[in-house]
């Protein structure tokens, strides 16, 4: 983040600290409990947000070298991504051309990728190599049966795929983003990070709920009293919008310590924890030490369930144990926080959304990254 939207984001800090404020929207919102237990909804956001949008899949320091892949299955569709011989990033349906099987399994690499079920060949850039007993298969073309691409892009060391084959082959990350956005993640240099680790997560609460709350501190004082609270200012955030994504500023209390210091010295990494949400579904954790990344998916047609994974980079490589349990230490406290505090309140709330008992929920005024971001999701999945 360049010096100068630190210091701007560091005065409004201070100015909030000064009057015991924080960013506030315009107006109290209401959002339709339906908007997450209802079966139509999820259905349409899935056509909608989980087809026709780049979603983040992780950091390119997954994939190194030539050869490297990972899947993925939470978009709904088995996606592979690899490395390929060119070194560019390539993305494709996870299933065979012969009779549907999954081509690969979790993460590794490869120089040419073999179904598991007859042993067809693949290369790296998804063409079909071989087929065992070929003369069982007069007519099939090798050249039109190769692994189906989906678009996929490296960029400024992250890896987007969208998870549609009928979807234009090219993306536009940048475009996506938006110049400022996109010039701000740029600035993270998250080409140069370290994979600690991924989880997976899987919850009894809409995909949107794991979201929701990252985007408000106004719980922080409540909910995590006995846990994050003590390092935070009560109350406090900063709200950008960048068209549907967005960007939170939580100030923790260390700063007060910079009030004394010039600007010129103002450190706002060191200072505060940064939320951003890549539209629609990433949550982009920039902690003093680390990044994080809470991807959250729905399960088709489950309006009360989700699939997450949180993955864990460092700036460093992790390669001693201290670094490791360094490492364990960190995530493990991050778990606890989130899956011990906030998803047990969010399941909570599922279950009155289930259960009819409620009509709507309340966005308040110090709640606007919150509204935000829901009044996003009903737009661009009404307009749809
Ligand atoms: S399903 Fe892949 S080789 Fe048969
Ligand atoms: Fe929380």
Redesign the pocket.
Known sequence: MNRHTQIALMRRVFAHLRAGTTDSAASVERNAAAAYAGHEWLAREQAVLFRRYPLAMGLACQLRQPGDFMTHDLSGLPILIVRGEDGRIGAFVNA?A????R?AHGSGNRRKLA?P????TYRLDGSLRGIPDERSFPGVDKCTHGLRPLPAAEHDGLIWVVPDPEAPPAIDIAAHLGAELDAELASFGLAGYHHYETRLINRAMNWKLAIDTFLEPYHLAVLHRQTVAPLFQANLCLFDAFGPHLREVLPRRSLDALAAQPEEQWDLIAHNTLVYVLFPNTVFVVQVDHVETWRVFPVPGRPGECAMHLDFYAPDPIDTDSARGHWARNMDLTIRTVCEEDFPACEGMQFAFNAGARSDVVYGCNEPALAHYQRSVRAVVAAA
């Open positions: 065979c012969h009779r549907g099987a081509v179904c079920y007859h042993g067809w």
